[in-house]
């Protein structure tokens, strides 16, 4: 486990040689959950996917039995030139006014951090400084790109039990698109939806931003880094950036809606195991979120017909994160309770 917070890394290429080293999964803490839980009083398999999640946090935390005493919720903010272009229902000062929001206790993710239990922090990302327009030009410089990856790469996670990154920044559902188009190819059609709810008119103006996007970068969307820099935003590469961080510092991480699940994706198209420690928790109402899951192979725990972002979905989540880890840990083995076994071998 590396030390927390991580000291910002200097370069790309000090990001790409982590991720070629990162830590696997605790396979004793695996065995011990596996081993326990056919001892329940219960049918084997009959708490269904809640055995898969107890496994599961134990597997990432690196600990038998796992814990979720602090779980921390991290929005990043950030502001997009390409918003400017009419991608989005809403204007550019709504980034702006939603932090205020956010910090005044109003907005639907200070709500749900207090119903699941998970501490809130709120992170702009230079507000007043979009990144440029990405069908005409990159969005970030590198040193731009790196400042807003080590703003989730070194957050501090000491004794964190699980990590949510979400995201406020109006037009992010286009940049979320054009990355996820450049890691995992297709059409602008497959990955564009109508985000904050834009007419016919602005969807139209979306594809077309994200059709101009591949044709402009071309092959420079192959490297998944790169493809952040010139597509993604600040939000997104400071989600991405807390993403890793935890696995390094063995935190599991309860992945959101599209723009969050795009960022994360950057990992594992790096690496086929470089999502490894993240959780799909629900399926957003954007189209794009679940052919994405599906790329990366991931079941999203809860379908709820949401379509915010803020991290709400992975909020909603902990609900049932927490009833696994109430049954794993606290109920009777047949044995404590003496209730005969199955008859089945
Ligand atoms: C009031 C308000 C609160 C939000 N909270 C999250 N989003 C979400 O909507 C934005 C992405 O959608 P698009 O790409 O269509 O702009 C992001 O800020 C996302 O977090 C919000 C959007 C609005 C308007
Ligand atoms: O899936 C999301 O996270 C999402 C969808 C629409 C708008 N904002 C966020």
């Known amino acids: ?3 927390t ?10 990001i790409r040689a982590l991720v070629r080293t990162l830590p696997g999964p605790d396979t004793a803490a695996r065995a011990a959950a596996e081993a326990r839980e056919p001892t329940l009083t219960k049918p084997a398999g009959s708490l269904g996917r809640l055995e898969e999640i107890a496994a599961w946090l134990a597997t990432w935390q690196g600990r038998h039995p796992p814990r979720l005493e602090r779980v921390r919720c991290v929005i990043f903010a950030g502001n997009h030139g390409i918003a400017a272009k009419g991608v989005s229902a809403f204007p550019p000062e709504v980034t702006v006014q939603m932090v205020q929001n956010f ?7 200070n709500q749900l951090c207090k119903a699941g239990g998970a501490e809130l922090d709120v992170i702009e990302l230079e507000l007043d400084r979009p990144t440029q327009p990405f069908d005409t030009d990159a969005a970030m410089t590198e040193a731009e790109v790196l400042d807003a990856l080590n703003a989730g790469l070194t957050l501090d996670l000491t004794d964190v039990d699980a990590l949510i990154v979400g995201e406020m920044g109006i037009g992010n559902t286009t940049a979320a698109a054009a990355l996820a188009l450049a890691l995992f190819g297709g059409t ?3 990955w564009v939806g109508r985000g904050t709810g834009i007419d016919d008119a602005g969807f139209a103006r979306k594809r077309a931003a994200v059709d101009a996007a591949k044709a402009f970068h071309g092959a420079a969307l192959a490297d998944p880094l790169e493809a952040l820099r010139r597509v993604g935003g600040r939000e997104l590469a400071a989600m991405a950036g807390g993403v890793l961080a935890a696995r390094l510092a063995r935190v599991p991480v309860l992945l959101d809606g599209f723009i969050c699940s795009a960022s994360a994706a950057v990992w594992q198209a790096m690496t086929p195991d470089g999502l490894d420690h993240a959780m799909a928790a629900h399926a957003s109402v954007e189209p794009g979120h679940r052919r994405l899951l599906e790329t990366l192979g991931k079941r999203p725990l809860l379908d709820l017909g949401m379509r915010l972002g803020e991290g709400s979905g992975a909020l909603v989540a902990l609900g049932p994160l927490r009833s696994a880890l109430a049954c794993h840990t606290g109920m009777a083995t047949f044995a404590e309770a003496g209730v005969s076994a199955s008859e089945a071998s």
């Open 1 to 3: 486990m590396s030390a």
């Open 103 to 109: 910090r005044n206790d109003g907005a639907a993710v």
């Open 188 to 190: 602008a059609e497959d």
């Open 5 to 14: 917070p991580l000291a910002p890394l200097a370069s790309l290429d000090a």
